[in-house]
């Protein structure tokens, strides 16, 4: 199956920072999603980006899907971004295989 | 408000009882999941429903029993469960039938905790 690794792990920043998270997945993928789940379990879907760049207030991704990557990028960082950052991706009809996250704690 | 609810948020249950956790979408879609969510692991996937039926059942200790008694709600039946079976439950929905290339909207979770 697929493997999805995502860095950095851990990321501690100040409010106001900017932050990128990185997936780096090891096959073809026609789906794949970012997601944020907070201190208390939910997780929200940020993005469905198989190919290219969108943009939703302070956050970004880009996926370049011939080089195997996404990117998530966070500007001007707030409390309430804090919590855990996957990315998942699946291809045809593989199921959904998610990474393991990155842990953002922003500091007030 | 995902417009996907789970009940109830936290069950602290001993290894001989039965209980059952339960999701409910709001959103019109055609596929239900149930994934669990153990420290330090990624998400795993536990079974897949598309319209009513079982569709993919990921090795799953047959302790967890799914139903789906239509396309809004989304059982898992718990009995004889093991202390490592301490986890997040999520249940999640889509829009296609057993979507591999649509969104997936999440439940809060159950957290689970078997004595």
């Known amino acids: 199956g697929i493997q999805v690794e995502q860095s950095p792990p851990d990321l501690i920043l100040q409010e106001g920072a900017n932050s990128t998270l990185r997936c780096n997945f090891s096959d073809s993928v026609n789906n794949l999603q970012w997601f944020h789940q907070n201190p208390w379990g939910q997780l929200i879907n940020l993005f469905y980006i198989p190919s290219g760049t969108k943009q939703n207030g302070r956050l970004s991704a880009t996926t370049v899907a011939t080089e195997r990557y996404s990117l998530l990028y966070i500007s001007s960082s707030q409390t309430t971004d804090s919590g855990v950052y996957f990315c998942?991706?699946?291809?045809?009809?593989?199921?959904?295989?998610f990474g393991t996250g990155t842990r953002l704690t922003i500091i007030p | 408000e995902t417009g996907v609810t789970q009940t109830p948020r936290h069950l602290v249950m001993g290894m001989t009882n039965k209980k059952s956790l339960k999701c409910e979408q709001h959103l019109g879609h055609n596929a239900m999941y149930w994934y669990k969510q153990s420290a330090k692991k990624p998400l795993e996937l536990m079974f897949v429903?598309?319209?009513?039926?079982?569709?993919e059942n990921n090795s799953v200790p047959s302790r967890f029993s799914p139903e789906c008694p239509n396309s809004s709600h989304l059982f898992l039946h718990l009995h004889t469960l093991q202390p490592e079976d301490s986890a997040l439950y999520l249940c999640a929905s889509s829009q296609e039938p057993a979507g591999r290339t649509d969104t997936q909207y999440f439940g809060p979770g159950t957290r689970l905790t078997v004595l």
């Open positions: 998942a991706v699946n291809f045809g009809n593989e199921k959904l295989t």
């Open positions: 429903y598309s319209l009513e039926e079982r569709v």
